[in-house]
């Protein structure tokens, strides 16, 4: 069956969660790879889920020390359409500053002031999701009941993109919010069969506890929906919409 453009953006999203949530294994490369080809395939409709994939193994090669390499899937990813400039400045990507061809990737890439106003939302909302599942986590300790914990998505921006790039970092913070919550339901099935293996061995549950430690957790869960809502995108009045050079390569701060 050929593929379409949303089946390929599903698999390049599963690649994405499977690669967060297990790590870089040879059949996950192999994934990658496979996906650049079928992209590539899609024509110029498809350039930016090979960019995606491409940015992806550029990366994953230059952390591993595989320089050369990842200089080089990195700038076909810039090719492709890659520019998130907001990525390069990551802390282990910064050991490649000084490198010539690293920065000459860098300065093709071009962005608008609008685009680079959603860069730093999408890159912020992965680090805030990410401290939000690690405090849901500290919450679900010693709870009584066998509830799940829900851990809200902010909504994805649904503003027409000036340039077809940001479609990747958009793509990469699906995967971060499914990968936080398959890791924060399989930490709730694991502690909900913890209780009910206690339970058979030591007796009936404490009720009363577990009722007030659901509502809570349900009391807790409402909040975080209601901040997710709140930290949706809004895009700034007037950003201009010009395509540029993006911001000198250090001197973006990286999200915290």
């Not at 870089?24 to 080809?37: E, K, R």
């Not at 007796?203 to 430690?213: E, F, K």
């Amino acid at each position: 069956m050929a593929d379409t453009l949303s089946s390929l953006a599903a698999r390049v999203h599963e690649l994405l969660v499977d690669l967060m949530t297990g790590g870089p294994s040879p059949t996950a490369l192999a994934g990658f790879h496979d996906a650049v080809a079928r992209a590539s395939a899609l024509g110029p409709d498809g350039a930016w889920l090979a960019a995606t994939a491409l940015s992806t193994l550029g990366t994953l090669d230059c952390v591993q020390g595989r320089t050369e390499q990842g200089l080089r899937n990195l700038d076909a990813a810039v090719t492709a359409g890659f520019n998130d400039c907001v990525s390069f400045h990551v802390p282990h990507l910064r050991p490649l500053y000084g490198d010539p061809r690293f920065q000459a990737l860098y300065r093709r890439m071009r962005i608008t002031a609008a685009d680079l106003d959603e860069l730093f939302w999408l890159h912020q909302e992965m680090q805030v999701m990410s401290r939000e599942a690690q405090d849901a986590n500290v919450d679900s300790i010693g709870r009584l009941d066998t509830g799940v914990t829900l851990l809200p998505k902010a909504p994805l921006p649904t503003r027409e993109p000036d340039t077809p790039g940001i479609l990747c970092t958009r793509l990469e913070l699906a995967a971060v919010q499914t990968a936080l919550q398959q890791a924060a339901l399989k930490a709730d099935f694991q502690r909900s069969s913890g209780n009910t293996a206690l339970g058979l061995i030591d007796g009936p549950w404490d009720l009363p506890r577990a009722r007030y430690d659901a509502r809570h957790a349900d009391e807790l869960d409402e909040r975080r929906q209601r901040a997710a809502e709140a930290r949706a995108f809004v895009e700034r009045p007037g950003a201009d919409r010009t395509l540029a050079p993006c911001p000198p390569l250090g001197s973006i701060t990286y999200p915290a």
